[in-house]
C-alpha cells in the first residue's frame, strides 16, 4: 500500500501492529494524521473493542466512525477506510467502511450502542466485498487533503 501510494504521488507514513484497544488505537492514529508532514498513514492489526451495545458493526466500522468523530473539527479534510482482509466485519456482511470529514453527522450515539453499520447505511461508506477466505488482517488508509 505504501509503494502504490507513493506512486501516486502521496507522502506516506505505515503504523504497522494496531493491536491495541479501539480508542488507544483511534487516538494513536488521530495523533499521527494530525502531526504527520505525510499526507498518507497506512495502518494495519486488529484493535479490540469492548462491546456494550446491542447494534451492528465490527472493530473496522467501528475505527472509522471513531476516527471521524475525532478528526471532523480539524484543519484538514480527511478521507478514510479500514476493512478486514477476510470481507466479514463483526456481525455484518461487510468487510469495513469509508468516510470523510467533509460531511457533518453525528456518530455518538452510534458509538454508544456499538452500531456503527447503522451509521454507515444511513449516510453511506459500508464496503462489500464478499468472503475472502484470506484473513491476514484489518488494513486501513487515512488521506488528509489541505483545506
Same mark, same amino acid.
Given at each position: 500500500?505504501?509503494?502504490?501510494?507513493?506512486?501516486?504521488?502521496?507522502?506516506?507514513?505505515?503504523?504497522?501492529?494496531?493491536?491495541?484497544?479501539?480508542?488507544?488505537?483511534?487516538?494513536?492514529?488521530?495523533?499521527?494524521?494530525?502531526?504527520?508532514?505525510?499526507?498518507?498513514?497506512?495502518?494495519?492489526?486488529?484493535?479490540?473493542?469492548?462491546?456494550?451495545?446491542?447494534?451492528?458493526?465490527?472493530?473496522?466500522?467501528?475505527?472509522?466512525?471513531?476516527?471521524?468523530?475525532? #478528526?471532523?473539527?480539524?484543519?484538514?479534510?480527511?478521507?478514510?477506510?479500514?476493512?478486514?482482509?477476510?470481507?466479514?466485519?463483526?456481525?455484518?456482511?461487510?468487510?469495513?467502511?469509508?468516510?470523510?470529514?467533509?460531511?457533518?453527522?453525528?456518530?455518538?450515539?452510534?458509538?454508544?450502542?456499538?452500531?456503527?453499520?447503522?451509521?454507515?447505511?444511513?449516510?453511506?461508506? #459500508?464496503?462489500?466485498?464478499?468472503?475472502?477466505?484470506?484473513?491476514?488482517?484489518?488494513?486501513?488508509?487515512?488521506?488528509?487533503?489541505? #483545506?
Amino acid at each position: 500500500m505504501k509503494s502504490k501510494s507513493n506512486k501516486l504521488g502521496y507522502n506516506t507514513t505505515v503504523i504497522s501492529n494496531i493491536n491495541n484497544h479501539i480508542e488507544n488505537t483511534t487516538k494513536h492514529i488521530v495523533d499521527v494524521a494530525i502531526k504527520s508532514r505525510d499526507n498518507c498513514i497506512v495502518f494495519g492489526g486488529e484493535p479490540t473493542v469492548n462491546v456494550t451495545g446491542n447494534g451492528k458493526g465490527g472493530r473496522n466500522q467501528e475505527l472509522v466512525l471513531r476516527l471521524y468523530e475525532k #478528526l471532523k473539527s480539524n484543519k484538514y479534510n480527511f478521507t478514510f477506510a479500514s476493512i478486514g482482509t477476510d470481507g466479514i466485519d463483526g456481525n455484518t456482511k461487510f468487510a469495513g467502511s469509508l468516510f470523510s470529514t467533509e460531511y457533518e453527522y453525528d456518530g455518538t450515539p452510534y458509538l454508544k450502542n456499538n452500531d456503527s453499520s447503522s451509521f454507515f447505511k444511513k449516510f453511506g461508506g #459500508l464496503i462489500e466485498t464478499g468472503v475472502t477466505q484470506n484473513n491476514v488482517n484489518d488494513i486501513g488508509v487515512i488521506i488528509r487533503h489541505n #483545506l
